[in-house]
């Protein structure tokens, strides 16, 4: 039975409580280096929630998910480096590039299975990486700067760091919280079922592959979001967002966090990112303890840090 | 036509060559249902093993042979290791797992070696042009490797077709269960097959190690390709990988060497020059997806899933 | 008499070089439950998938009400009333056992690109649900993960599945497989229960149950009906047993 105090809604409460005083924070301990590290998070906790709908709730194992992260994002460079900075132009083509991308290697890819469907969405995704490497006008291999991040209306101003935190929190709680109603609905039972037994979900009379298409898009377009958010904060974008490992980090990242659980993705990207910073700083070579440390979180806690806090809470899954 | 007969060679070198990394995985793919991501990380191992047991030893061919031994080794030592506990399992606990073991051997190969990657310069007797027709020169070393790859395929052949190890490995492709059920010592053969991959991997990275440079990524850069042989061949072909990294080979190898030319007449040089080593990467997966569009299981599929 | 509520003209399907249904004929009032036996093979299964929709059969007519259903797609049969239960049990395993019903219904309700409102607390998709789980006996578990039930439940989650779309037949593929004694006479119960309210098509083994449930049987061998007719009748018929009975006596001993 629930004890009185479950660790996983304390954990959770505790997140969503904290998020927002980071920059509070980061102004009192004098270390604007914090703000920048958790606007990084943030932005990855989104792209991960959009690879969490795909990945975790519809089971579409995707290895291309990082090309709509250069997607939104080069939507942002190309635009600005042809002089257009207005965010109202911006991100709706940022989100309709990443939607007709989604929407055609989802068509093509979702006709595929298992190992066949991973590699085709790698495929893609590398495909769109040497596109966009190929195009010397806008930077080719070495990447884009952006010198203008995205204008709005005042007072909204994008290159202040701190407003710019809170608009990407404001994003992450609003695509979050779309999500969790999302796969509660019908269409998010439907996308479930899918997952669960997908031949069972056919016999019983639903037509799973528009279903698993629409669910692609939407995901790949939130991804586009993330993208065009992380074109700004870095003030930059190079095709190096696209290559597939990256893809395989949102991966990690919606598995570590717990899959199928709407905040997950939050404490992956946070745990990988916060983990990332804190063992660069003790040895450079901290991705040979990352590494095993993914293989041992495959073998033995494989419902993630979700799957974990509910445990320690003894609630039943 | 000179430069045409240079480049439909090298298509064959580099064809072949992709063949010895397919081979081995769609061979762990097949037979064990194991995607293994880290199958770059064993073509990284044995071109640094091979650039430092050759500066070791000064012999280029001994270091070779030292370098494929040592690959075979740490090879078996994952399988015992790491993925006798993935078998069975998700796929996606496959994909993560091995990713692990990417990130893991690449910064072992940082810390061991540092991060500035090797050379493994030719020995003197290699680095010749050999007259294949007249007036045709051709690198005597590229050549070596179409001698040497030609072998590796036929023994991958007798070994598949004309042993009882490869009966095992034919009947474990299409029917998992009936080869345990066989009472043969399944551990063993998994590990055996395992070796075999990662040793090929192995000779494929030490073979191409003195034409690129050597350095970590390499891997990770030439895993997609074999990835794609895999699917276009059709797991668990052998036949299927060759003739898919024949394929490949030829098409990106073609593609490289004429495309540039072929943009400069509609583009600037300096668009050309970036667009063409993209564009003809980007030919690969087109011919990908459209094997896949009509063939998803892959022109020789064993039906193995 | 009354238009049969299904009725099967001539199905023949042949896969390959093997003979699942040869020029059957069938026809079953409304109302009836009517079993149909016959050793492995005989092509039961394929029937049922045909009847379902799951299989295009290479000639021959269907009939569900008077209704040409031959090429009809298997949504739509399901929401002229036709559903079918599973041999192999096929659920959604990580998902509740009232979710599992749910989708049943959500099946039927029309499309199911609705993405706000969340389905699980919607009264459309849940009542029928729960009044398909209360027929069956599995009310009480409908909160937990359909991994959690025995097989015997699992059994009984098939069959509220089927009922969940209010069906007007009910195409059962053995029902009782696998179940032990106690579980088998609980599922015979139920669907003596449910015979009042439906026609249900039977395909099953279990002879015990067969004969205590059924209206009229039809027996097949190798796709072909070898007889069919009143339980009594059957039983006493020389072809039927030395195709069939026989064995299952000496089986059960």
């Known amino acids: 039975m629930t004890p009185a105090f479950n660790v996983r809604v304390a954990a959770v409460v505790l997140l969503l409580a904290a998020l927002p005083l980071v920059p509070v924070y980061a102004r009192l301990a004098n270390d604007p280096f914090l703000l920048t590290l958790f606007t990084r998070i943030v932005i990855m906790a989104l792209a991960a929630v959009s690879l969490n709908l795909i990945l975790g709730y519809g089971g579409m194992m995707s290895f291309g998910h990082a090309a709509y992260l250069g997607i939104g994002g080069y939507a942002v460079g190309m635009l600005a480096h042809e002089g257009i900075y207005s965010g109202l132009v911006q991100w709706p083509v940022a989100l309709a590039a990443s939607a007709l991308f989604a929407l055609v290697i989802g068509a093509l890819s979702l006709r595929t299975r298992g190992v066949y469907f991973i590699m085709i969405t790698l495929a893609f995704a590398q495909m769109a990486y040497y596109v966009v490497a190929g195009i010397a006008r806008y930077g080719g291999d070495d990447g884009l700067t952006i010198y203008k991040r995205s204008q709005f209306f005042a007072p909204l101003d994008l290159s202040n760091k701190i407003q710019f935190y809170y608009l990407c929190l404001a994003l992450l709680y609003g695509g979050t919280y779309f999500v969790w109603r999302l796969v509660n609905s019908r269409f998010g039972m439907v996308v479930q079922g899918t997952r669960s037994n997908e031949v069972r979900m056919r016999a019983i009379g639903f037509p799973t592959y528009r279903y698993k298409l629409v669910c692609f898009v939407i995901a790949g377009t939130l991804c586009g979001l993330a993208g065009a958010l992380l074109a700004n904060h870095n003030d930059f974008i190079s095709p190096a967002t696209m290559y597939w490992t990256r893809s395989g980090d949102l991966i990690v990242m919606v598995v570590l966090g717990g899959m199928a659980s709407p905040l997950g993705p939050w404490f992956g990207a946070l745990v990988l990112l916060v983990l990332e910073e804190a063992l660069s700083s003790i040895t450079e070579y901290w991705q040979i303890i990352l590494g095993p440390l993914l293989l041992l979180i495959v073998l033995f806690a494989r419902g993630g840090i979700d799957g974990m806090l509910r445990t320690i809470g003894g609630r039943r899954a | 036509m000179t ?26 793919f097949g037979i064990m249902d194991l995607v293994n991501l880290a199958h770059g990380s064993l073509y990284m191992l044995g071109a640094y093993f091979a650039a430092t047991f050759a500066a070791w030893t000064g012999s280029f061919v001994l270091g070779a042979l030292l370098a494929l031994g040592a690959t075979l080794l740490v090879g078996m030592a994952v399988e015992v290791v790491a993925m006798r506990r993935l078998y069975g399992r998700d796929h996606l606990d496959h994909v993560l797992g091995t990713f692990g073991l990417i990130l893991f051997f690449d910064e072992a190969v940082r810390l061991l070696w540092g991060p500035e ?20 020169y051709y690198s005597s070393y590229r050549l070596a490797i179409i001698v040497v790859t030609l072998a590796v395929a036929v023994f991958l052949y007798v070994l598949v077709m004309r042993t009882r190890v490869g009966m095992l490995i034919r009947a474990g492709a299409s029917n998992r269960e009936m080869v345990g059920a066989l009472g043969v010592n399944i551990k063993l053969l998994y590990t055996l097959i395992f070796g075999l991959g990662a040793a090929l991997a192995g000779l494929a990275g030490l073979m191409q190690a003195p034409i690129l440079t050597v350095q970590i990524g390499m891997g990770e850069n030439i895993l997609i390709l074999a990835f794609v042989i895999t699917v276009i061949g059709g797991i668990g072909s052998i036949r299927g990988a060759l003739i898919a990294a024949l394929l490949v080979g030829f098409i990106d190898t073609l593609g490289r060497a004429f495309f540039p030319d072929l943009l400069r007449m509609a583009l600037s040089t300096a668009a050309a020059s970036t667009a063409a080593p993209a564009l003809s990467s980007m030919l690969i997966y087109l011919l990908m997806a459209v094997v896949l569009v009509f063939k998803p299981e892959g022109l020789f599929s064993t039906g193995n899933k | 008499m009354s238009e049969p509520l299904l009725k099967v003209e001539n199905l023949s399907k042949r896969f390959g070089g093997i003979v699942a249904a040869d020029e059957l004929q069938l026809a079953i009032a409304r109302g009836e439950l009517h079993a149909v036996i016959g050793p492995n093979g005989a092509g039961k299964t394929t029937l049922l998938a045909q009847l379902s929709g799951q299989l295009r059969p290479d000639s021959g007519r269907i009939y569900f009400d008077g209704r040409d259903i031959t090429t009809l797609p298997m949504h739509r049969r399901s929401a002229l009333g036709v559903a079918r239960s599973f041999q192999i049990t096929s659920l959604f395993l990580d998902l509740s056992v009232l979710d599992n019903v749910a989708l049943a219904v959500q099946a039927r309700s029309g499309h199911s690109f609705r993405f706000w409102r969340n389905a699980r607390t919607d009264p459309d998709l849940r009542k029928p649900a729960c009044a398909a789980l209360e027929r069956v006996g599995l009310a009480t578990r409908r909160n937990d993960l359909a991994s959690a039930l025995s097989h015997g439940e699992h059994r009984q989650l098939e069959l509220a599945m ?43 083994h279990d002879m015990e149950a067969v004969f205590a449930l059924a209206d009229r049987i039809t027996v097949m061998v190798y796709g072909r009906v070898i007889a069919s007719g009143r339980p009594a009748d059957i039983r006493a018929n020389k072809d039927v047993r030395d195709a069939y009975l026989g064995e299952q006596e000496a089986a059960h001993g």
């Open chain 3, 162 to 204: 089927a009922l969940a779309c209010n069906p007007r037949m009910l195409l059962l593929d053995e029902p009782m497989a696998g179940l032990g004694p106690e579980e088998s006479a609980r599922m015979v119960e139920m669907l003596r229960a449910l015979k009042a309210e439906l026609t249900i098509l039977l395909v099953e």
């Open chain 2, 117 to 136: 990657g090797l050379s493994l310069p030719l020995p003197p007797w290699l680095n010749t042009a050999v007259e294949i027709l007249p007036g045709i």
């Open chain 2, 3 to 28: 430069l045409l007969v240079e480049q439909c060679l090298n298509g064959l070198q580099f064809g072949l060559l992709l063949f010895l990394l397919a081979a081995g995985l769609t061979l762990v």
